[in-house]
Structure formats: C-alpha cells, structure tokens
C-alpha cells in the first residue's frame, strides 16, 4: 500500500516533469532564443547590401560572420538549430511602406553544429576559439542529453508501475534533478556564448538584441524539473523511513 501523501507525491512530480519536458521540447525546437531589433532600411544601397546579405544566408556558405551580420541588420532571431531574418514577402524589397513581412530560416545542421568556432568570426587564420566552441557544443548536446534522462526516468517509472514498487523512485529523482542541471547549464551555455560573440562582432548601429521567449522556456523547465526531483527523493525516502519503522515495529 501506498500512503495517499506519497500517491499525491507522486502524481504532482508527474505533471510536473511533464510540463517540464514539454517546455524544453518546445525550446529546443523553436528559433526565439535570442532576437535583434534593427533600423528601419532606408537607401537604395542599403537595400541592395541587405538583399545580398540576405542571399548569402540563404543559398551561400555557411559562415559564422556572414549570418550573424545578417542577424544584426533584418531582425534576425537565433535558437539552438535555427537562424532566421525577417524580409518583405514579395521580391521587391522595402518598396511599399507597410510591406508584409515574413520570417525565413534555415537550420544548423550536424556538421555545422560541430564547426569551430574562431578568435575573429569569419577569419580562419585568427585561431579557434576554444571557449565558444564548446559553449557552441554544449548548448546543443546538454538539451538533448536532458531529454534522455527524462525519457530513462520515465521508462524506470513505468516499469516500477508494472512491478508495483517504489523502491526506483529515488533513482527517478536523481534523473530528474541532472536532467534539471543539464537544462540549467544550456540556458548558461548560450548566453556565455551569445555575450562572447557580441564581443568579437560589435552591434552595429541602433542593432538591440534581447532574450526570447525560447530561452525563458527552457530556463522554467530547469526548476520544474529540480521540484520533481524534490517530490521524488521525498516520497522515496520518507516511504522507505516508514517501511523500515513498520516492519520492526512488526518484528518486536
């Protein structure tokens, strides 16, 4: 049997970690980490150096200096696998005073995840920049990791359903509480980097950047997921305190 405080336990962990990884699957997925606010365009030259910065982020190379240029100057919005500018929907760029305006990404693959990083963006003779690159690699791999452990945590808990046992329940909490680290330490990750890129690439001009909604999601799931961590180990051990306490009251 189990007692109706541990059961409630139990079930608030539960909701819990469910609203935690749906947060943090939505965070990862989505490109509103961080976002920057540009100046109106105004100049047929300004327009046309856009328009070709814009055309190299979408067919050219990829390049860190290159799409983070592009960021700056179209209000650009960048998440863990996606980097997107925002552009009139029709060819004729700026033309039309309140021209519809549309968000075009493209995706960080595998590889480029994996790309150094270097001292002076775009320059590969400056030397890798060791620190943002792995900041870079942490910030997509820790999410991912974080995950894991809950999908291991939740497939231990179901078994434990099976059995009818709570004795995995700490482990369960011990998933949760590093899956909670590992979101916590992605959040860091990618303001560490975003403010060591800014160092290296000025803003230009009127150019704000600002946290996005993406990131404030993930950074709620991180206590989420430490506050069923909590419920957890607190239900496994005050139940196992109980049982211990039965069953000698039992033998005496």
Known sequence: MVDNRYATALVIACVLSILATVYLSVAVGTQHW????SPAVRGEANVSELRSLYEEFMDGEFDEKTYSDTLFRLNGTVGLWWRCVLVPANAHWYKEPDAKMVLECRSFTLPQQLTPKYKEPGNHNSGEDMLRTYLWRCQFLLPLVSLGLVV?????GFCACVCRSLSPT???????????LCTLATVCCYLAGMDLLHRVSMLPDKVDGSLGWSLYLALISSPLHMMAAA?????????????????AYRVA
């Open 152 to 156: 291991l945590a939740g497939l231990t």
């Open 170 to 180: 700490l482990g369960i909490g011990v998933l949760h509480l590093l899956a909670g």
């Open 34 to 37: 961080y976002q920057y606010s």
């Open 231 to 247: 419920l957890l180990v607190w239900a496994a051990r005050s139940h196992s305190q109980n049982y211990y306490r039965m069953t």
